[in-house]
């Protein structure tokens, strides 16, 4: 009786590790969609028109899953072989294939993440300026007033670098690897 109940406990321990997994790995999925997302607005806000506008898209979509296709194998692991981790430490007849996209792809996830926790920051410090803003006009004016040109090209080029964030922290982690 003792060896089913460990069999049991085993096995919840498995179904838990699981489920953690994936829990986890849909969370990493929300926020590279979140990112793609901004991507393709940041696309869409070039005005650029045909086929450089479908090309730019393509490509955004193809390096957006491109880097996720570890993401993808992570959670086909999960189902396989819950208990190992094959992008952290990969067997060392895979390694040399399997390190370059592991490293591309958990840069990538924390410049992503970063760029998840920072937009809405961002743009509710926007809206509590806005609202200051509100308060002090107290006539009939619209409460947001058009931004100037340099002030949108200035929040423009912001998003574009909050939107750059995962390229770059990506840059810096090749860089750094390759420097030991």
Not at 53 to 65: D, F, H, K, Q, Y
Request: with cysteine; glycine share 4%.
């Amino acid at each position: 009786m003792p060896t089913v109940f460990n069999l049991l406990l085993q096995a919840d321990r498995t179904l838990l590790l699981v489920g953690g997994r994936l829990l986890f790995a849909l969370l990493l999925a929300a926020v590279q969609l979140y990112v793609l997302r901004a991507m393709l607005q940041i696309v869409r806000s070039m005005q650029l028109h045909g086929d450089r506008e479908r090309t730019l898209t393509s490509v955004a979509i193809g390096i957006a899953v491109g880097v996720n296709l570890p993401l993808a194998y992570f959670i086909i692991e999960s189902f396989l072989s819950p208990h190992r981790l094959m992008l952290y430490a990969p067997p060392i007849g895979y390694e040399a294939a399997v390190r370059p996209f592991s490293y591309m792809f958990f840069i990538w996830t924390i410049g992503s993440l970063i760029f998840a926790a920072a937009a809405p920051l961002v743009m509710a410090c926007f809206a509590v300026l806005q609202f200051i803003r509100s308060r002090k006009n107290h006539s009939n004016e619209a409460t947001v007033t058009a931004l100037d040109l340099s002030r949108r090209r200035f929040l423009r080029m912001a998003l574009m670098a909050a939107a750059a964030m995962p390229f770059a922290v990506s840059a810096y982690g090749a860089f750094a690897a390759r420097a030991r």
